[in-house]
C-alpha cells in the first residue's frame, strides 16, 4: 500500500539549533518526493521537492531534504532553526502517472526561546 | 493571478445550510484540486480537475458535496445540507504539470468551513 509516515507529531527545538524531520514512504513507482509547510492559518507552501538527479536537494528558507532509497526516507533537516519556523510540515510523495500526493499526518514544529 | 485566491476564508453555517467555496487558480494552471484538510491532520484528496473536466471525484465524501469549474479557470466547492463533520479547512491548489510529469501544487490559504 502507498503511504507516507511522519513518526513525530510533535518536535520541540531550541532556536539555533538543528532541526530535522522524518519522513518515511511506501510507493510502488519512482517516487516524486515533496515537503510543504504550512503555518496557522495559512495555506501550505512548497518547501521543496525530489523528482531525480542529486539525493541532496535544497529548498527555501534554508532547508535542504535527503533522498535515501535504501531507507524510504526523504528527511528534512535545517543547520539553525529561527522562531519564524515554528509551522507544521508535511511530506509527501507522487509519481509521474499519478496526479494525486499521498500525504503525511504532519510535523508541529515548536521553537522554544 | 500571482497566486490560489479562495473565498470565503471563514464560513460559519447552521447545520442543514448550503455552503459554496470559491477558488482562483493561477491563470493558465490547468490542474486543479480540491482538499479537505482536518484539524491536526494532513490534507485529504477530494476532486480533480484538467481544464473543465472532473477527472476524479474519488475523494467526495458523500453525495451532499459538488465541484464544478464548468470554464476551466474558476472552481466552486458546493457542500450541501451541511453536516458537523463537515467542519474542516477545504483547499485549492492549482498546478502547471512539470516538464517531468510531476505534479507542483501552489496552495491557496483555504476556507475555514465550520457547522454548527
Known amino acids: 500500500a502507498q503511504s507516507v509516515t511522519q513518526p513525530d507529531i510533535h518536535i520541540t527545538v531550541s532556536e539555533g539549533a538543528s532541526l530535522e524531520l522524518r519522513c518515511n514512504y511506501s510507493?510502488?513507482?519512482?517516487?516524486?518526493l515533496f515537503w510543504y509547510v504550512q503555518s496557522p492559518g495559512q495555506g501550505l507552501q512548497l518547501l521543496l521537492k525530489?523528482?531525480?538527479?542529486d539525493t541532496l536537494v535544497q529548498g527555501i528558507k534554508g532547508f535542504e531534504a535527503e533522498f535515501k532509497r535504501s531507507q524510504s526516507s526523504f528527511n528534512l533537516r535545517k543547520p539553525s532553526v529561527h522562531w519564524s519556523d515554528a509551522a507544521e510540515y508535511f511530506c509527501a510523495v507522487g509519481g509521474n502517472s499519478n496526479y494525486q500526493l499521498i500525504w503525511g499526518a504532519g510535523t508541529k514544529l515548536i521553537i522554544k526561546p | 493571478g500571482a497566486g490560489v485566491s479562495q473565498s470565503p476564508r471563514y464560513k460559519v453555517a447552521k447545520r442543514g445550510q448550503d455552503v459554496a467555496l470559491r477558488c482562483d487558480p493561477i491563470?493558465?494552471?490547468?490542474?486543479l484540486f480540491w482538499y479537505q484538510q482536518a484539524l491536526g491532520q494532513g490534507p485529504e484528496f477530494l476532486t480533480y480537475f484538467q481544464n473543465e473536466a472532473q477527472l476524479d471525484k474519488s475523494g467526495l465524501p458523500s453525495d451532499r458535496f459538488f465541484a464544478e469549474r464548468p470554464e476551466g479557470s474558476v472552481s466552486t466547492l458546493k457542500i450541501q445540507r451541511t453536516q458537523q463533520e463537515d467542519s474542516a479547512v477545504y483547499l485549492c491548489a492549482s498546478s502547471a504539470r512539470n516538464r517531468d510529469g510531476a505534479n507542483v501544487l501552489t496552495f491557496g490559504a483555504g476556507s475555514r468551513l465550520t457547522v454548527l
Open positions: 510507493y510502488g513507482a519512482t517516487p516524486y
Open positions: 525530489y523528482f531525480s538527479g
Open positions: 491563470s493558465g494552471h490547468v490542474s
